[in-house]
């Protein structure tokens, strides 16, 4: 199938792990890259080759794009994935790769750039045909801020235009917290993205996020995989994620998953992607688009069926798409869980060494993790040790089978964040899939009062 002979995993952790496994599954030869800290790393054991490409800091080894093209020219690795975070989207390694004839699996480093941009992203959204919030144009500036906070409608959110994971995000729910707001969002952007240019939205009171799966073959030719719910956040920050959304009916799920796929026809997207929506009172606002595979992918494979990493590969690799859209249904109900080695109720990390894993099985279980015991997790990344993945017929059985693996999961020595999930699964909001983005962090403050 492919005329990709080994690619190089620019990642660590679960995802690498998880990259491995297809490229085995296609016959397709691996290396392994990793920090000094990562040297007994699952991915690095079960890898065909590996190279060490620096110390721990990740500035010095997985961000460092000389280091990783050395190490293909070393092994003769003629692809590289990169998984998520890290260098996932970053145009300049994507161009850096084809510069030495090397396939990037994933987007055109134009598209990366493209929807790398909150602003350029929200514009190119508009031209797809993709329903954003109501906002500013482009950047707001100190001359500006006030008459298009007034134009838009109090209350409005100021967003950093470089960055995520709620850094440079500020809302103002009046014209007295205008300028404090800006000021701040501001400082944060600079700090954290090292650009302070923010602009603005339209704040949305209790909204959904929703998100939707698309593949493209670069050609012109793009599919949905259907909605992901990634509405259970704290600090902006995803935990609890379900496909399909219980939100949305058969008519919705179809109507915006086509236009996202249109949209990435017209664009003559490569590769895998998510667009990412804020959903009240039956409409979508576009938030983003993520030129990358999603931590969360496995619960739309749950309910499709189609190996996203494998569809990545093929379209990397000339053979195109292996499904039409037709031909994708969506079967039962899936939920995964981010288990994190934090302490579960601030959330404060908790390095160190795994002396007891068990992972639970059975019918429609799924575990995407390299941890394992004796595993010493490093301080100096995230702190993601696994996913787990329950499908079952319905979301009722999806929750009953939730409620029995978390029962079965053991992970000791280090604290993680399993307890919430007992919590969550048990709780009555949770079971009738009554929540939105704000719903976590403010039951957090109820039960921890």
């Known amino acids: 199938m492919s005329t990709i002979s080994k690619i190089l995993i620019a990642n660590r952790g679960e995802i690498a792990l998880r ?7 296609l016959g397709i030869a691996t290396v392994a890259v990793h920090s000094t800290a990562d040297a007994d790393a699952m991915h690095v054991r079960l890898a065909d080759e590996s190279v060490c490409i620096g110390p721990p ?3 010095d080894s997985y961000l460092n794009i000389h280091q990783i093209v050395a190490a293909c020219e070393i092994t003769g690795a003629d692809a590289v994935h990169p998984g998520y975070g890290f260098l996932s989207e970053n145009a300049k390694f994507a161009d850096i790769l084809e510069a030495h004839g090397i396939t990037f699996i994933g987007p055109t480093a134009e598209h990366i750039r493209l929807m790398g941009d909150k602003i350029t992203a929200k514009q190119t959204a508009v031209e797809l045909g993709i329903p954003v919030v109501p906002g500013s144009d482009g950047e707001v500036t100190s001359e500006n801020v006030l ?27 009046t014209e007295g917290e205008l300028e404090e707001a800006f000021n701040t969002a501001r400082t944060e ?22 998100e939707v799966q698309v593949v493209g073959d670069g050609e012109g030719n793009a599919i949905h995989l259907g909605e992901r719910d990634c509405s259970l956040q704290r600090r902006h920050q995803k935990v609890w994620e379900e496909a399909n959304s219980p939100a949305l009916n058969v008519e919705q799920r179809m109507k915006i998953g086509k236009i996202c796929a249109d949209a990435m026809k017209k664009m003559k997207y490569r590769g895998a992607g998510t667009i990412e929506f804020l959903y009240e009172n039956g409409e979508f606002y576009f938030i983003e688009m993520n030129t990358r595979l999603q931590v969360e992918h496995p619960i739309t494979e749950a309910i499709t069926g189609i190996d996203l990493v494998h569809e990545q590969i093929r379209v990397a690799s000339g053979a195109g798409l292996s499904v039409t859209q037709d031909e994708i249904t969506f079967s039962g109900h899936a939920i995964e869980c981010r288990i994190n ?13 795994i002396t007891h894993f068990h992972a639970p099985g059975g019918l429609g279980v799924r575990v995407d993790s ?3 015991a004796g595993y010493k997790i490093p301080p100096y990344y995230d702190s993601l040790i696994g996913k787990l993945i329950v499908h079952g017929r319905t979301r009722v ?9 978390l029962d079965e999961f053991v992970v000791d020595g280090i604290k993680t964040t399993l307890p919430l999930f007992q919590d969550l699964v048990a709780n009555q909001d949770i079971a009738n899939g009554d929540y939105d983005i704000h719903w976590l962090e403010d039951y957090l403050a109820r039960t921890s009062a």
């Open 19 to 25: 990259v491995l496994r297809a490229c085995k599954e």
């Open 57 to 59: 800091p990740s500035r």
């Open 147 to 173: 008459e298009t906070a007034r134009k838009i409608g109090f209350p409005v959110l100021i967003k950093a235009t470089a960055g995520g994971g709620g850094r440079g995000m500020k809302v103002a729910k």
């Open 189 to 210: 952007a600079a700090a954290a993205f090292g650009n302070p240019a923010v602009y603005m939205e339209k704040y949305l009171g209790k909204p959904r996020h929703i």
């Open 341 to 353: 080695a934090e302490d579960p109720r601030t959330f404060v990390p908790s390095p160190g060494t």
């Open 370 to 372: 390299g941890a394992y």
């Open 397 to 405: 059985e999806c929750m009953m089978r939730l409620r029995r693996v």
